[in-house]
């Protein structure tokens, strides 16, 4: 990701799905991923309607390390690493308002945070412990629109 992200300016577009079939996007108009053993996240420019889950607030992603309950980037004081306490692979630092990462639960399974908190992205009901059914990450460079509309010209 790192590499593809440095090749140009990108872009990120979230998709998130609730259980009842409610859509709502968070899109980034900037977005990248840093080098080396880190992997720090670097977002701005929030727009949507999911919520901003990733630059919001006090639990902020940006600027976060990526961990894995393997990969330990992310300890945190009373609680250990992060990563293991929301169940998944994701940017943190002191926490999270979002982790796409996380276990799948489904609407109906009972699960407590001794498992993770599921599919996160607070923000869409403002809830912890609400686990999302779908979710999808997008990149594109931030001038995509540009270079498809010089293509389109150059082919007439």
């Given at each position: 990701?790192h590499?593809?992200?440095?090749?140009?300016?990108y872009?990120?577009?979230?998709e998130?799905e609730?259980w009842?079939?409610?859509?709502r996007?968070?899109?980034?108009?900037?977005?990248?991923?840093?080098?080396g053993?880190?992997?720090?996240?670097?977002?701005?420019?929030?727009?949507?309607?999911?919520?901003?889950?990733l630059?919001g607030?006090?639990w902020?992603?940006n600027?976060?390390?990526f961990a894995?309950?393997?990969?330990?980037?992310?300890?945190?004081?009373?609680?250990?690493?992060?990563?293991?306490h929301?169940?998944g692979?994701?940017?943190?630092?002191?926490?999270?308002?979002?982790?796409l990462?996380?276990p799948?639960?489904?609407?109906t399974d009972?699960?407590?945070?001794?498992?993770?908190f599921?599919?996160?992205?607070s923000?869409f009901y403002?809830?912890?412990?609400?686990?999302?059914?779908?979710?999808?990450?997008?990149?594109r460079?931030?001038?995509?629109?540009?270079?498809?509309?010089n293509?389109?010209r150059e082919?007439?």
């Amino acid at each position: 990701m790192h590499r593809l992200t440095h090749q140009n300016a990108y872009e990120l577009y979230i998709e998130l799905e609730d259980w009842v079939g409610n859509v709502r996007y968070a899109r980034y108009s900037t977005f990248s991923v840093g080098p080396g053993d880190d992997y720090i996240l670097s977002v701005g420019g929030y727009s949507g309607t999911a919520g901003d889950g990733l630059d919001g607030g006090l639990w902020t992603n940006n600027g976060g390390k990526f961990a894995t309950r393997q990969w330990i980037e992310d300890i945190c004081d009373g609680l250990g690493s992060i990563a293991e306490h929301y169940g998944g692979g994701w940017w943190y630092n002191l926490g999270s308002y979002s982790n796409l990462n996380g276990p799948y639960f489904r609407d109906t399974d009972s699960f407590d945070n001794d498992e993770g908190f599921g599919v996160l992205w607070s923000p869409f009901y403002a809830d912890y412990y609400y686990s999302l059914k779908k979710t999808k990450m997008m990149v594109r460079p931030t001038d995509f629109s540009t270079r498809v509309a010089n293509m389109k010209r150059e082919q007439q």
